[in-house]
């Protein structure tokens, strides 16, 4: 693809998809810095890819490369210093219930970025992009029957790597 | 656990996103899309100025240069500030446009070395390939260019250039560049890490002089020992220095080869993918004529062996030397009589039957010939016991003489 086309492509999608990649990388991430991490993968794999973006598959390769940029970003903060980052949300719990929540929400997000693929595409778009099953399942290229088993198989998973935990 | 779960999961998707990511996922996206626009402006600028610079002759190969990939840099910001990712190298490289290189072997003095140039489009335009005699020891020496389709290979030790478009053929020369691309090279890393089959360590010097030194430990398929790839990765520009690769045997490295990226986007002189300036009495055979040999049609092996040694003959007597060229396999007719000056062929005494060829490695057949051949004054019969025959590289219902007579 030449250079001023992938421009044109990459700006069309970029703009079309921005706010979709913005909330889910956000609720995926729910810290600034982690986020902007994972915001630049993102952007440097649509730019990478972008003649995939270019068809009606665009919206399945869009969250393929946002959760794969969450996952690098993921893997490059647990790798650095094990930390856990700060939980951003502040509910009205007790201090001691705040903390507790807090920490499970980012084993949740940290879960999620571990997921396989479709698993992960599933349940993100089911809860944090809060779309119904016939949705999924376009997106997907799949029934809708298992789209709701790819989020079951999600939320399976998710237990059990809490539990392990 | 599991209503836990579900229950922040449904928080999370019912929570608003802040104004202030809002602005922050604009300002980045922001600075990606600049970034990229600048990298076009930049290219179209100095392009320009390299074309006002360069003669004529220079023009095609200025018109496909680039500048370095400035993608990475003005995006990712000034190492330092952002930890080092394989990912901006992989991004740097995709706007390579030229390359120089040199790939070294254990217990090999002299490298091999590759130019290749692309266009914008990140398409092979040319490649020249320098091959030491230890890569190929029955070829020995080569030099290849390759454009269009075509390649030209100066078999240096046997005073030949061949000229090829057998798709085979390209494809294995071509498979070198493939091999060596950065680009690829990089890709295969990051995919190994991330199937979880390969530790990857950074090591980024303070000082923005020094390289970055990338450590990528593995295992090859079937290989019980790990292999260790070492990259220098420059600071400035993210594109890969080197790479040199060890086996780790109980504890030791045993070097297994290095690759040394020499130059990226830097003019390469056309002159360089020109095979011209051969020594004197240098065959040129070129395969991707049409004419080359004769057409084969319902004869049986044997007897199109037999024919077509009558007939180069025969072109010989009659000093048809461009006929006879062309059944040498596309040797061009000046050539010939070059090499032919001082000899005249008289007549044809004898056409043998032919059979297979003494070197089964030839897949051709032997016609033994006898000519009358008249040199310094003198005639004499001169017995020809293995002229060789067989289908044309490429031509395979063309026949044509192969390997000298």
């Avoid at chain 1, 729910?30 to 890819?49: I, N, P, S």
């Avoid at chain 1, 995939?52 to 959760?67: E, H, N, Q, T």
């Avoid at chain 2, 929570?15 to 996206?29: D, N, T, Y």
Wanted: charged fraction near 25%; charge should be neutral; proline fraction near 5%.
């Amino acid at each position: 693809m030449e250079y001023s086309r992938r421009i044109e492509v990459f700006t069309r999608v970029k703009d079309q998809y921005l706010q979709l990649v913005t909330a889910v990388l956000w609720k995926l991430t729910g810290d600034r810095q982690l986020f902007e991490e994972a915001m630049q993968y993102t952007l440097m794999g649509m730019w990478q890819h972008v003649e995939k973006l270019d068809g009606d598959k665009a919206p399945s390769y869009i969250y393929r490369i946002a959760l794969s940029a969450n996952s690098k970003a993921w893997r490059n903060r647990v790798g650095k210093n094990g930390d856990q980052i700060p939980e951003r949300a502040a509910v009205d719990k007790s201090p001691e219930d705040r903390a507790g929540q807090a920490e499970l929400v980012a084993k949740v997000r940290r879960a999620i970025a571990r997921l396989p693929e479709n698993q992960s595409k599933a349940i993100v778009m089911r809860y944090l992009g809060q779309r119904e099953y016939d949705e999924i399942a376009r997106t997907l290229g799949c029934s809708e029957v298992a789209s709701r088993s790819h989020v079951c198989k999600a939320l399976a998973s998710l237990r059990s790597r809490l539990h392990e935990e | 656990m599991s209503k836990d779960i579900e229950k922040i999961l449904n928080q999370l998707g019912s929570e608003p996103v802040p104004a202030e990511i809002q602005r922050l996922a604009e300002g980045v996206s922001m600075r990606f899309q600049k970034s990229v626009s600048h990298k076009q402006k930049t290219t179209a600028l100095n392009l320009w100025e390299m074309i006002m610079r360069s003669g004529i002759a220079k023009l095609a190969a200025a018109a496909a240069i680039v500048v370095v990939g400035l993608l990475a840099v003005l995006f990712w910001g000034p190492l330092g500030s952002t930890a080092y990712a394989l990912e901006q190298t992989l991004a740097a490289l995709h706007s390579v446009r030229t390359l120089h290189m040199k790939d070294l072997a254990p217990d090999q003095d002299e490298p091999k070395e590759f130019w290749i140039e692309c266009d914008e489009a990140g398409n092979l335009l040319n490649v020249r390939l320098h091959m030491p005699a230890w890569d190929s020891p029955a070829d020995g020496p080569k030099e290849v260019v390759w454009h269009s389709g075509k390649a030209e290979v100066w078999f240096k030790a046997k005073g030949v250039v061949v000229t090829v478009n057998e798709k085979d053929k390209i494809a294995q020369l071509l498979e070198m560049v493939v091999v060596f691309d950065p680009k690829r090279a990089l890709e295969r890393v990051m995919r190994l890490q991330e199937e979880g089959r390969a530790q990857v360590q950074i090591e980024q010097p303070s000082n923005k002089a020094d390289p970055i030194k990338v450590t990528v430990t593995y295992k090859d398929k079937g290989d019980q020992d790990d292999i260790q790839d070492v990259m220098m990765i420059n600071q400035a520009t993210l594109l890969l220095e080197s790479t040199h690769r060890y086996r780790l045997v109980n504890g030791q490295s045993q070097f297994l080869g290095a690759d040394e990226f020499l130059s990226y986007n830097q003019p390469i002189d056309p002159s360089m993918f020109v095979l011209d300036n051969l020594p004197a009495g240098v065959m040129r055979v070129d395969m991707t004529r049409q004419d080359v040999g004769l057409a084969r049609g319902d004869l049986t092996e044997q007897e199109m062996a037999e024919k077509v040694a009558k007939e180069f003959f025969e072109a010989l007597v009659a000093e048809d030397y461009d006929k006879a060229g062309r059944l040498m396999g596309g040797l061009t007719g000046d050539a010939l009589k070059t090499m032919l000056t001082g000899k005249k062929f008289m007549r044809i005494v004898s056409i043998g039957k032919a059979g297979p060829h003494p070197n089964p490695a030839t897949q051709g057949w032997a016609v033994p010939c006898e000519v009358e051949l008249q040199k310094d004054g003198q005639t004499s019969v001169v017995p020809f016991p293995v002229l060789g025959v067989r289908p044309v590289q490429g031509q395979p219902d063309r026949w044509a003489v192969f390997g000298g007579f």
